[in-house]
């Protein structure tokens, strides 16, 4: 043909077309939204990325980085309160610093989400001080949002089923309400224990433990080591 590859400007859509192999592969519409892999401006969840990939039996993004250093690929995620480009208007707490949703067509549209993994700041932020937390979300059967499931707040803390405070344990489990209970599952030949450490090596790895033998079925209290 005239052309394997090409840059062409629709005036009719105020779009800019790039192709290869006398195909379109990209585009740039009139609202800045840079489209791959089609050429109809669409939405996910009601948002309107700047960047949209979408087509038929791919759905990738790769990043990969080549050095001889520690140093990875990066994905990274920022927010501010400007209000202009390049501003640093310093956040608040509980503001979202990002966000990664996963969503699925229920039929109708892809506008319910099946899980979330947010970041949100967890305190007053200053100057090189940043505290966040991270937050895991999943979607109940039957619900079109997604709930919150885990969180691992500034101070390190996992919590389980609730986002309450005052607590000084790293591990906090439960709802606060109804039953709620954590589960150890070993083999039917096997130990399900926890452990007291003070130190990392030896027997310091378990000063005290509770440990159920499922081959005999019997519970072990023990202290010092004993």
């Known amino acids: 043909g ?3 590859g090409y840059v062409q400007y629709e005036h009719a859509n105020d779009a800019l077309k790039f192709g290869t192999a006398a195909n379109e592969r990209m585009r740039l519409d009139n609202t800045g939204q840079l489209l791959i892999g089609h050429s ?3 939405q996910l969840a009601g948002i309107l990325a700047q960047v949209n990939i979408e087509s038929v039996n791919s759905g990738n993004l790769t990043v990969k980085r080549n050095s001889a250093n520690e140093f990875d690929a990066t994905i990274s995620l920022g927010k501010t309160r400007a209000t202009s480009i390049g501003g640093a208007t310093i956040v608040q707490e ?3 610093v990002g ?3 996963f969503f699925a067509s229920d039929g109708n549209d892809t506008g319910c989400s099946a899980a979330i993994i947010r970041a ?3 305190g007053t932020p200053g100057s090189d001080d940043m505290p966040g937390r991270l ?3 999943t979607t109940a059967d039957g619900a079109n949002g997604a709930s919150e499931r885990l969180r691992i707040n500034s101070s390190g803390q996992v919590q389980i089923g609730n986002s309450a405070s005052g607590f000084t344990t790293k591990l906090i489990a439960g709802t606060g309400s109804g039953d709620n209970g954590i589960t150890i599952y070993s083999g039917t030949s096997n130990n399900a224990f926890l452990h007291f450490a003070d130190g990392t090596s030896g027997a310091d790895r378990y000063r005290g433990y509770i440990n159920y033998n499922h081959t005999s079925n019997f519970l072990q209290l023990a202290t010092n080591d004993n």
């Open 99 to 101: 966000t990664i949703g």
């Open 135 to 137: 937050l895991l979300m």
């Open 94 to 96: 509980n503001d979202r």
């Open 120 to 122: 949100e700041v967890d």
């Open 2 to 4: 005239e052309y394997a």
């Open 40 to 42: 109809g401006s669409s």
